[in-house]
């Protein structure tokens, strides 16, 4: 799971990190997870965060099976990378769909 800090002092309505946790671990139930969080450090990219890159490396060592988000741009903030990583991750890890790899919620 990976969570984004709140934006309410700049004027928009997301929703704080631990809300976002919430959400994301009632989603999940009683399955195991493991939460990727950058505690509210600058997400512009994913090569400047250390988390995102650890959850990557697990899903390329075959440690995750499913990855939670509130909005696609939790995950990453840029459509063209956003969508790069899904095709990296449903295609190349075996997966046929998008849909049995993310959920966003």
Partial sequence: MRRSVSDKDKGNN??????QKE???RFVG?????????DGKNGKDIAHSPEFQAMMQDARDDLISRIVVKKYDRFSRNMREYLNITDELVFTYGECHPNSYFSII
Avoid at 14 to 19: F, Q
Avoid at 31 to 36: G, N
Wanted: hydrophobic share 35%; proline share 0%.
């Fill in 30 to 38: 009683d399955c195991e997870y493991h939460i990727y969080c950058n």
């Fill in 23 to 25: 959400e994301c671990v």
């Fill in 14 to 19: 997301s929703i704080s990190i631990a809300a």
